[in-house]
Nanobody, 116 residues
Framework: QVQLVESGGGLVQPGGSLRLSCAVS????????MGWYRQAPGKEREMAAR???????DYADSVKGRFTISRDNDKNTVDLQMNSLKPEDTAVYYC??????????WGRGTQVTVSS
């Protein structure tokens, strides 16, 4: 069974930083794309950042210049460095992995709250 486990969420003041980490364990599949999605209360889940195995990166316009995604293919981990956080970044952040056979795996999510 494949598990994606997130860590690093919490409460931070506006302008602050957090680093989210995600580790894949279990019967680790070949993951082409890994990424971070987020869901704010009352809103749909949206992509924040994603990265392919080859290093191609895509960011949502709302996080460009503030968030940085990185991946370690050997360790099957993906991190999200979040700087200059805003209240509108408050959401549950989910790690995801898209395997080469077309399956999407999700973590359980970690809460990020940006508030003074």
């Amino acid at each position: 069974q494949v598990q994606l486990v997130e860590s690093g969420g919490g409460l931070v003041q506006p302008g602050g930083s957090l680093r989210l980490s995600c580790a894949v364990s279990g019967a680790i599949p070949a993951l082409n794309s890994m990424g971070w999605y987020r869901q704010a209360p009352g809103k749909e889940r949206e992509m924040a950042a994603r990265i392919t195995r080859g290093g191609w990166i895509d960011y949502a316009d709302s996080v460009k210049g503030r968030f940085t995604i990185s991946r370690d293919n050997d360790k099957n981990t993906v991190d999200l460095q979040m700087n200059s956080l805003k209240p509108e970044d408050t959401a549950v952040y989910y790690c995801s992995g898209y395997s080469t056979d077309g399956i999407t795996y999700w973590g359980r999510g970690t809460q990020v709250t940006v508030s003074s």
